[in-house]
């Protein structure tokens, strides 16, 4: 994980980083498994290739959606936010979020059905 990373999640969130593994999946985007307390935290920086100014907006806005969800007790992955917000924006321009890590798997479109889906 690059240094920046784990200097801003140390100072922002408080949380230390220690051993980071990379997830696979994604397109140019970038993750990480990271321990923290007694499980693991994912961390996700999106790609600049990939996303524009209003891309990452949109992002924003779902990721805020997804912590609403919560509020109301719709299970999913707890999102820590940063001074209210689900997505975390450098100086430099990096942009990340930090959630609870979930395992799981892909499937393809094919295969979801509405149980599989619950």
């Known amino acids: 994980m690059e240094w920046k990373l784990r200097r801003d999640l140390k100072e922002s969130y408080g949380v230390p980083c220690g051993a ?7 397109w140019l985007n970038k993750k990480w498994k ?29 990721l805020q959606r997804q912590m609403l969800l919560e509020r109301e007790a719709v299970p999913c992955p707890h999102i820590l936010p940063f001074q ?14 930090v959630m609870e890590f979930c395992e799981g798997e892909t499937g393809s479109r094919a295969a979801m059905t509405p149980t599989r889906m619950y």
């Open 20 to 26: 980071a593994v990379p997830v696979g999946g994604g």
């Open 34 to 62: 990271v321990a923290y307390g007694n499980g693991a935290l994912l961390v996700k920086r999106y790609s600049d290739q990939r996303y524009d100014e209003r891309g990452l907006r949109r992002i924003g806005a779902a």
């Open 84 to 97: 209210g917000h689900a997505v975390r924006v450098l100086e430099d321009g990096t942009v990340y979020t």
